[in-house]
């Protein structure tokens, strides 16, 4: 009997990507305790080294045909998709992202099952395998990071100087013993009094939000309530000696567009009829962080005509630094117009010139809109993800992919996140053609 064979995919989509589903370690787990043969294609930009997967037992080929089951991080450029294979990767096609519409075709033409890790839910709906404690972690690092330089800009010293880029640390740990250092001066010496009080905004009640709060709270810090923002500011009796948290629910940061109290249920069926009130916290806030989930029929949270009308009168605001982790090009923050990189990770929106600059130099909030912020911490989220999924690939490399779609016998919590099936979109996502359709259209 031909022993079966999985595969670990080259990342060629993304020139900075460093990340793998697998470690070493995994793959020797998966060789040696599964009798799974594991071929790992080449790579010099990989966090792990060829020869550690050699070491491991993996084959180092550039040759895939024989593996039933390829997996990937990110989108696989249509060249090189292999007709009649199965993938697992982030396809970020469920939105109908047209960037990923040409993958998607060819995806289908090669009658290709793709199943993708961001829909991998149970039946709670929280999500199995995921970077996003990294993207979490990293955002909120950044975030401070780009707070300190913006500050220093501004002619403002403070200690959140001490912070370099996630990406410039060796580990997690060694950037959590700057930040605590940072906390214990803060609590010994104080904010520069301006910016007292330093409120941190965090929208989401995902992962990603309770990561860059894990982050945060490494520093001496305070909850307030969301709907107890305003009178904490009226009363005035802050400190510069700890960072405000607030976190924000669904009901604090939206409502009946007709009047009346948040109705989630309501929300979730007819989004169309809620308006965000989100805005109208953003005076108190120096940091926003956000993290929440957004689709086109979602009300955005923060809007380019009111940033105009707040700048056009607040000629000092507090606001310095929006992290969205979220990263929706022109989505629930609209001043996103466009996503950033490590290399240069953010830039400054200007609402009352609509002007753009990289860095962190203009009159406006600084963006970090980093697509890909676990890249940063390369191993630590490899091997945490790694962790999630190895327990799952045994089952899915042994399936048999030629029966149909329901029949196949692969992890429960895998079903729903087949997009494709032998070329054929899974009826929960026949929506899909429409955006395929549409880009065929245009040319």
């Known amino acids: 009997m031909e022993k079966v064979c999985v595969g670990i995919k080259k990342e060629t989509g993304h020139v900075d990507e460093r990340r793998v589903v697998l470690t070493p370690d995994h793959v020797k787990k998966l060789i040696k305790e599964h ?205 510069n000696g700890v960072i405000y948290i607030v976190e924000f629910k669904k009901s604090d940061m939206l409502m009946k567009k007709e009047g009346g109290n948040f109705d989630s249920y309501l929300y979730r069926k007819y989004p169309d009829q809620f308006t965000s009130k989100f805005e109208k916290f953003i005076p108190y806030l120096s940091i926003i962080v956000n993290g929440i989930y957004w689709e086109p029929q979602f009300p955005r949270l923060v809007t380019l005509s009111y940033m105009k009308q707040f700048y056009e009168f607040n000629p000092n605001p507090k606001l310095r630094v929006i992290a969205d982790i979220s990263c929706d090009i022109s989505g629930s923050i609209e001043l996103t117009t466009k996503s950033t990189t490590s290399e240069n990770p953010v830039y400054v929106y200007e609402p009352l010139t609509d002007k753009v600059t990289d860095g962190v130099e203009g009159f406006g909030p600084v963006i970090l809109a980093q697509d890909k912020l676990p890249i940063e911490l390369p191993k630590e989220s490899s091997q945490s993800f790694g962790n999630a999924l190895l327990q799952y690939i045994p089952q899915l490399a042994r399936a048999d992919y030629s029966k149909e779609r329901l029949e196949l016998n692969i992890p429960k919590v895998f079903k729903k996140a087949v997009i494709a099936h032998q070329g054929e979109l899974a009826k929960r996502y026949h929506h899909l053609h429409a955006y395929i359709d549409k880009k065929e259209r245009k040319k």
């Open 35 to 239: 009798d799974i043969a594991v071929i790992v294609q080449p790579s010099k930009l990989r966090i792990f080294k060829d020869a550690e997967y050699r070491a491991a037992g993996a084959t180092i080929s550039s040759n895939l045909e024989s593996c039933k089951v390829i997996l990937g991080v990110k989108e696989v450029p249509a060249k090189e998709l292999m007709a009649d294979k199965t993938y697992l990767f982030f396809s970020h096609t469920i939105k109908g992202q047209k960037y990923n519409m040409g993958m998607l075709k060819q995806i289908l033409k090669k009658k290709i099952t793709l199943i993708d890790y961001e829909l991998v839910k149970r039946d709670n709906g929280r999500r199995v395998v995921f970077f996003g404690d990294y993207a979490g972690y990293v955002g909120m690092i950044n975030a401070l990071w780009t707070f300190g330089k913006r500050l220093k800009w501004e002619g403002v010293e403070n200690p959140f100087e001490e912070l370099q880029q996630t990406c410039t640390y060796d580990s997690l740990a060694e950037i959590k013993k700057v930040i605590k250092n940072i906390g214990k001066k803060i609590k010994k010496e104080g904010l520069p009094n301006q910016l007292a009080p330093l409120v941190v905004g965090f929208t989401g009640f995902g992962r990603v939000s309770k990561a860059s709060q894990e982050i945060i709270r490494l520093l001496p810090s305070i909850n307030i309530p969301a709907d107890e923002l305003g009178e904490f500011y009226r009363k005035g009796k802050f400190s």
